[in-house]
């Protein structure tokens, strides 16, 4: 092949659709613009950088033959200009490599057909002479510029039509690129922010193992609207809550965390379940803004053998005895918070080592179109060992309810008592 390339800008009149009038004058006109928007159509159906490469060089060889690959600029995606931090590698290829021009050839050429200083024009064309001509048509928009869409075949030139069509599909390749990047940017700033929200729970104390898991519904996001949260008492107690804000996403645990903050603050009144819920209630009703949430709060204490309960909306608590059998336990249910009804009262159950809690949000039992007490059974109706510990009984409920498919945000919290000693109750 001969180591030349020729430059030229794309020229207005190489538009494969310009033949005379109108495409409502021209039926064959009309025709090929029906056929352009179908190739276009096939680039760009995700939001995944290296998928619209793919689709774009298997665009280009169904459309003029040959062998069609990505050259990155700088060797990566992004904005730089080809070359600067020297040629990369051949992505996606559709075709015979062995066609492809030396990609130094391609990061030269752009170096030395750009001013220095000044970015390089995202209209220009590299098209090189030879046995084998080839075409580097520039991946950019607005002159961003993510590489170049290199095309090669045997012996026949490229047709100005050729050119402007594969322009065209570059175009719309690299507009599609930029959106990609910027899903990924703003994907990044928000994860961080999840990250930031998805504070761990405190601890309890030593007379208690807890173990907590949270799943996320869908892959988008760290952290929704469920939680859970442990806060130590006097005298040895500890309370444990699982709440459930409304909806999902960030929204949804921005108010978690205001939830959780409150929770804290109130909690530390060392008030009895169903007087932290009714504070809660206060304050998330004085902020119009804020979402509704369900709570189930558990007061733990050793030292009677006890568990007290409250209950804002949230579906009831299970007990998984010594032999490993499963029940729920009735505790009255009162108006979700933030509406400021009021209204929560206790109940109270006996509690000993033997047993161990487990506390839920709904995402863990329900199914779309399933009765909500046919939910419940199908947890009531989870068996485990005798000996099982808390990671033990989340690892067995998750798997049991097949929670990795839940529907909804999933929370999970696992607590046992310890045989009391003196250094527990001292704790």
């Not at 021209?26 to 950088?49: C, K």
């Not at 175009?171 to 990250?195: D, F, M, N, T």
């Not at 409150?262 to 804020?290: F, G, N």
Request: aromatic share 4%.
């Amino acid at each position: 092949m001969v180591r030349w390339f020729q430059s030229f800008r794309r020229p207005a009149t190489v538009d494969p659709l310009a033949s005379g009038g109108g495409p409502e004058e021209d039926p064959a006109v009309r025709s090929r613009l029906t056929a352009l928007r179908a190739s276009a159509a096939r680039i760009g159906t995700t939001l995944d950088e290296n998928a619209t490469c793919a689709e774009l060089t298997r665009e280009a060889v169904r459309q003029v033959g040959g062998t069609a690959a990505v050259l990155r600029a700088g060797g990566g995606a992004g904005e730089h200009e080809a070359g600067e931090h020297g040629p990369g590698e051949y992505e996606t290829v559709n075709g015979d490599p062995a066609l492809l021009p030396d990609v130094r050839w391609v990061g030269a050429a752009a170096q030395e057909t750009s001013a220095p200083g000044e970015a390089a024009d995202p209209d220009l064309v590299l098209a090189s002479g030879g046995a084998r001509p080839a075409l580097c048509v520039p991946l950019a928009t607005d002159r961003h510029r993510y590489g170049w869409l290199v095309c090669a075949r045997e012996r026949t030139p490229f047709t100005p039509e050729e050119t402007g069509l594969l322009a065209l599909l570059a175009e719309r390749a690299a507009s599609h690129i930029r959106q990609a990047q910027e899903h990924e940017r703003v994907r990044g700033i928000v994860g961080k922010l999840q990250r930031a929200l998805l504070a761990e729970p405190g601890r309890p104390h030593p007379n208690l193992d807890v173990a907590i898991r949270y799943l996320p519904v869908g892959q988008s996001a760290l952290v929704g609207g469920d939680w859970c949260e442990t806060v130590r008492l006097h005298f040895g107690r500890t309370l444990l809550v699982v709440g459930d804000v409304m909806g999902h996403g960030l929204e949804a645990a921005v108010d978690m965390t205001a939830y959780r903050s409150s929770l804290r603050s109130i909690a530390s009144a060392d008030l009895p379940p169903h007087r932290v819920l009714r504070r809660l209630d206060d304050s998330a009703s004085a902020e119009p803004e804020r979402r509704p949430a369900t709570c189930l709060i558990a007061r733990v204490d050793p030292n009677r053998g006890q568990v007290t309960f409250a209950s804002a909306g949230h579906l009831p608590p299970a007990v998984i005895d010594a032999r490993g059998r499963t029940s729920l336990l009735a505790v009255p249910v009162g108006p979700p918070l933030g509406t400021g009804l009021g209204g929560y009262e206790p109940a109270t159950y006996e509690l000993d080592p033997g047993k161990t809690l487990v506390l839920f949000t709904d995402g863990l039992v329900e199914h779309r179109g399933e009765d909500i007490d046919d939910s419940l059974d199908r947890l009531a109706g989870v068996s485990f060992e005798a000996t099982a510990g808390v990671e033990d009984v989340i690892d067995t409920v998750l798997a049991r309810l097949d929670a990795r498919h839940a529907e909804d945000d999933v929370a999970v919290l696992a607590a046992q008592l310890h045989a009391r000693t003196q250094r527990d109750l001292d704790g």
